[in-house]
């Protein structure tokens, strides 16, 4: 609420140089207009929301997954060993997270700009725009990232924002990335995704700084988490989550088989950039998850991504069987949510008294960790549904 | 030589006379934007029947429907009746000021007063509501236009193009700076979008109650202010020699336009159009007597501000347009008919 950006300051500072040598010249009429640097907005909307619960440990076919996600996002490089390439990064890892040098060699992952040749076992990793979070949460660690939007950010576990925090600020985004800061850190590899266009802007710098896989907006999650995976070296911590997660799908399916067929869901949110008296009715972000993997019947997309809806329109939520709002990891609505929660209407509304809406932590939908913690909330959320 | 007999026969269709031409129009004015409030009520995005919204208002229950009408609908209502009014009024004061017909409250910085203190708040402080927003864009908008006030006077007094000059100034650096401090965080600032837009949505009534009374203080300032500009209009030569004083009157006149559209802006975010339009065709119908222009800004203010929020409630339902953005589109064909006719933008 009250914390200062330190880009913030920067912009101050600057303008209030120029409003100084405006008043200065203010005799002359000379106005000084303060320089804008070009940034763009990138923002994946996402569903979020509460009761955070462990996941399931599942770690049986760790080791198969492994290689199946080796298999899928890691090339043999020319200049790696070519029988070792496929188990090469579980074991340059295991050394990583000892702390030992860098391993030499390279070896090849597939991302959105081509095949790129990547160390075997990267130490000096930036991970800009989208690929922040979903790295750190393979429990890698960047040496430098660029800012994520405070209400994605309110919803990662503390652990993981503590990394976050530890790691240089590079950036307002990733298509605004500081070029001399990223290269002063000395990176030995780039992780991105950001809107092409941006990318497009610098990739030929980001590559004469470091290897820099990047990865679109438009890629799919998981293939997101398996090159990440691959080009950090995380690829064992990935095979677990993979695992976890396989699990964790085919215990909630078979548990609450019945509710899932029996009940219509829909899914709300509301953003930092939504106008006030507004909410909308989500299709992306965790309720995919929960639309695709576990089967809820959720409403068809037949617009857009999200649907605006007026609060004087809460009162039509009560055809759902249930409503999912987001939360945060306390259980308390997510900061934007909050003004639908206080609302007359919401309090009065029979899903709500009646126990049916029904708050989900989502504290990300780009990564396995992330899902598994959704999954473990919803989850919650599905057994504290009334009956019929 | 026409017989009498010929011109009772003429007079009979004008025999309305123009101050009684002008009050039947003002009754007129009056009745529409009553229309409009009732309109306001029960139109929206969902559908309640005119016996909820009556019960809403005189016989109160915790029902849902009831609620989206006195939570949601009324409060918008009154909150279009007041920064309508505060924007047609101001645009009035500004056009009679500045003797220019195309000024508006922006001419003197305010919307970039306003959005500059609000992404400061934002920005630096970390502000995240609507209701924090309103506080900073209110002093934003009379901070900056005191500064206008200052640059726009010599030692010979206050010259109206010095003031529009300086006002076009600040606002231009000040764009600039509010431009610099929201790139530096697009996300943190994510938020100021809405509030950018222009909305009377989601204001509860607690929310503008202090902003009230200062807008009332304005009101009566720029009635005060009305026969001097009169004699303004006139320029200011002519002006002295009736006795007016010019800054006594100048500086009225900038506090009820500070006042008014500050709050305005405050309440809403930056809503264009209103001001430059409603005080066009107010002329369009009375004439020159800027008290006449006044009264009837009042009224056609809100009217134009509430027949545009509800064209936003309806034109794309179940998603609402904000009305700052309707606004553009109503008024700026309606704006281009009316300049076209020569009586409606004479000073």
């Not at chain 1, 393979?138 to 430098?144: D, E, F, S, Y």
């Not at chain 1, 809460?314 to 900061?335: M, N």
């Not at chain 2, 005080?279 to 545009?308: E, K, T």
């Not at chain 2, 309806?314 to 009316?338: H, K, S």
Request: with cysteine.
């Amino acid at each position: 609420m009250t914390k200062t950006n330190p880009n913030s300051k920067r912009a101050l500072t600057a303008m209030f140089l120029s409003v100084a040598i405006f008043l200065s010249a203010c005799g002359g009429g000379a106005a000084t207009s303060t320089p804008a640097p070009s940034a763009t907005a990138t923002r994946a909307p996402q569903a979020s929301s509460a009761a955070p619960s462990a996941a399931a440990a599942s770690s049986a076919a760790a080791s198969a997954v492994a290689r199946a996600a080796a298999a899928s996002s890691v090339a043999p490089s020319a200049a790696a060993a070519s029988s070792a390439a496929a188990s090469a990064p579980a074991a340059a890892s295991a050394s990583a997270a000892g702390g030992t040098p860098a391993a030499s060699g390279t070896r090849q992952v597939k991302a959105d700009n081509g095949m790129i040749t990547v160390p075997a076992n990267p130490q000096r990793i930036a991970a800009i725009g989208n690929a922040s979070l979903p790295f750190i949460d393979l429990g890698g660690k960047p040496l430098g990232v660029t800012t994520i939007q405070p209400s994605l950010l309110e919803l990662v576990p503390k652990e993981q924002k503590a990394i976050y925090d530890a790691a240089t600020n590079l950036g307002p985004s990733g298509g605004a990335v500081d070029l001399e800061k990223l290269a002063s850190l000395k990176p030995d590899l780039i992780m991105a995704q950001m809107p092409t266009a941006d990318f497009d802007k610098i990739k030929d710098k980001l590559q004469s700084i470091a290897p820099t896989v990047y990865y679109g907006l438009g890629t799919e999650w998981k293939a997101f988490a398996d090159g990440l995976a691959a080009a950090g070296n995380r690829t064992e911590a990935l095979a677990k989550q993979k695992a976890d997660f396989e699990a964790r799908i085919k215990s909630i399916k078979e548990t609450y088989r019945e509710t899932i067929a029996n009940t219509t869901f829909v899914a709300l949110d509301r953003y930092d950039s939504s106008a006030a008296g507004v909410f909308v009715v989500t299709h992306i972000g965790c309720v995919e998850i929960a639309k695709d993997e576990i089967g809820l019947n959720l409403p068809a997309r037949t617009a857009g991504a999200t649907e605006e809806r007026s609060f004087e329109q809460i009162g039509d939520l009560d055809k759902y069987g249930a409503i999912l709002y987001p939360v945060d990891a306390a259980g308390q609505p997510k900061t934007a949510f909050a003004p639908v929660v206080g609302s007359n209407s919401w309090k009065a509304l029979p899903a709500v008294t009646s126990g049916r809406a029904l708050g989900i932590y989502c504290p990300g939908n780009n990564s396995y960790g992330a899902v598994l913690t959704y999954l473990g909330s919803l989850e919650n959320a599905l057994k504290a549904l009334p009956k019929k | 030589m026409t017989t009498p007999a010929t011109n009772i026969a003429v007079r009979t269709p004008r025999a309305v006379s123009a101050p009684q031409r002008r009050l039947l129009g003002l009754i007129a004015a009056l009745l529409l934007l009553l229309a409009l409030l009732v309109l306001s009520l029960l139109v929206g995005a969902t559908r309640i029947p005119p016996a909820v919204v009556w019960d809403a208002l005189f016989n109160p229950s915790a029902n849902i429907d009831q609620f989206a009408v006195r939570d949601y609908r009324l409060p918008r209502t009154m909150v279009g009746l007041a920064v309508g009014m505060a924007l047609g009024l101001s645009g009035a004061l500004i056009q009679a000021l500045t003797r220019n017909p195309l000024a508006e409250s922006g001419i003197l910085g305010v919307n970039a007063g306003s959005s500059f203190a609000v992404a400061l708040a934002v920005g630096v402080l970390g502000v995240r509501d609507i209701a924090g927003y309103m506080w900073f864009a209110f002093v934003g908008a009379l901070a900056v236009t005191i500064m206008v006030m200052l640059l726009g006077s010599t030692r010979r007094g206050q010259s109206s193009v010095l003031m529009v000059l300086a006002g076009v100034s600040v606002g231009a650096v000040l764009t600039g700076a509010t431009t610099a401090l929201t790139l530096s965080d697009p996300y943190a600032f994510d938020q100021m979008r809405g509030w950018r837009a222009g909305s009377i949505v989601g204001r509860p009534l607690a929310m503008i109650w202090p902003l009230l009374p200062p807008m009332a203080l304005g009101l009566v300032l720029a009635f005060a202010a009305a026969g001097a500009l009169n004699a303004m209009a006139l320029g200011d030569d002519l002006a002295m020699a009736q006795g007016v004083r010019l800054v006594r009157t100048r500086v009225l006149a900038v506090a009820a336009i500070t006042i008014l559209a500050g709050g305005a802006t405050a309440v809403a975010g930056p809503i264009g159009f209103v001001g430059l339009m409603v005080p066009h065709v107010a002329r369009w119908i009375v004439g020159p007597d800027q008290r006449w222009i006044f009264a009837y800004s009042v009224l056609l203010g809100p009217s134009l501000l509430l027949v545009s929020d509800i064209l936003g409630r309806i034109a794309m339902a179940p998603n609402e347009i904000p009305v700052g953005i309707v606004t553009a589109f109503v008024g700026a064909p309606v704006l281009i008919a009316l300049v076209r006719r020569r009586k409606a933008s004479t000073l």
